[in-house]
């Protein structure tokens, strides 16, 4: 009977919701369900788009000189 206690499926632990990113890349933390690191890919992304929108605010008060 002992045996039997660790047979079973394994719960996946749900996403915990995290305040810090852009609320538009929470689905990347997904990826951890397929074996990825979620929480890096999103911080990956989120770098991204930071520096993207530094990069285009940047762009707009170049042209509004």
């Given at each position: 009977?002992?045996?039997?206690?660790?047979?079973?499926?394994?719960?996946?632990?749900?996403?915990?919701?995290?305040?810090?990113?852009?609320?538009?890349?929470?689905?990347?933390?997904?990826?951890?369900?397929?074996?990825?690191?979620?929480?890096?890919?999103?911080?990956?992304?989120?770098?991204?788009?930071?520096?993207?929108?530094?990069?285009?605010?940047?762009?707009e008060n170049v042209t509004k000189e």
């Amino acid at each position: 009977m002992m045996a039997l206690c660790g047979c079973g499926s394994q719960k996946e632990e749900p996403l915990k919701d995290t305040t810090t990113g852009w609320p538009d890349t929470k689905a990347v933390e997904a990826a951890r369900m397929v074996g990825y690191d979620g929480k890096q890919m999103r911080g990956a992304v989120d770098k991204a788009l930071d520096k993207t929108e530094k990069r285009n605010k940047e762009l707009e008060n170049v042209t509004k000189e």
